[in-house]
């Protein structure tokens, strides 16, 4: 069965970095898609970065193009965030998410099928 587990979130000064990573598991897994969102208590989850691995192409919210950067291994089914120059509108519970079959609209939470448990992501001073 697809598991996804998310790793590397903490407590971070405005302007420090960070890296998050995903390890996707499962011997039937071999997506579509694999991404990171994020969700504030109250809010809907937001997109972040996601890679469409048949094209190999990778994508980024408007909100955080420049300061992060997805790195991926497909054959080792990881996906990592690495985060710079965090401000405090960064934090939030950082979710990865994936999905095996063909996507629709990767920015749509909707469209992903399997997520990881969440990892805080807190920067403040």
């Known amino acids: 069965q697809e598991q996804l587990v998310e790793s590397g979130g903490g407590l971070v000064q405005p302007g420090s970095s960070l890296t998050l990573s995903c390890a996707a598991s499962?011997?039937?897994?071999?997506?579509?898609?694999m991404g990171w969102f994020r969700q504030v208590p109250g809010k809907e989850r937001e997109f972040v970065a996601a890679?469409?691995?048949?094209?190999?192409?990778?994508y980024y919210a408007d909100s955080v193009k420049g300061r992060f950067t997805l790195l991926k291994d497909r054959a080792k089914k990881t996906v990592s965030l690495q985060m710079i120059n965090l401000k405090p509108e960064d934090t939030a519970t950082y979710y990865c998410?994936?999905?095996?079959?063909?996507?629709?609209?990767?920015?749509?939470?909707?469209?992903?099928?399997?997520w990881g448990q969440g990892t805080q992501v807190t920067v403040s001073s």
């Open positions: 890679v469409r691995w048949p094209m190999n192409r990778i």
């Open positions: 998410a994936g999905r095996l079959h063909w996507i629709v609209t990767y920015a749509d939470a909707a469209q992903y099928t399997y």
């Open positions: 499962g011997i039937a897994f071999s997506g579509d898609a």
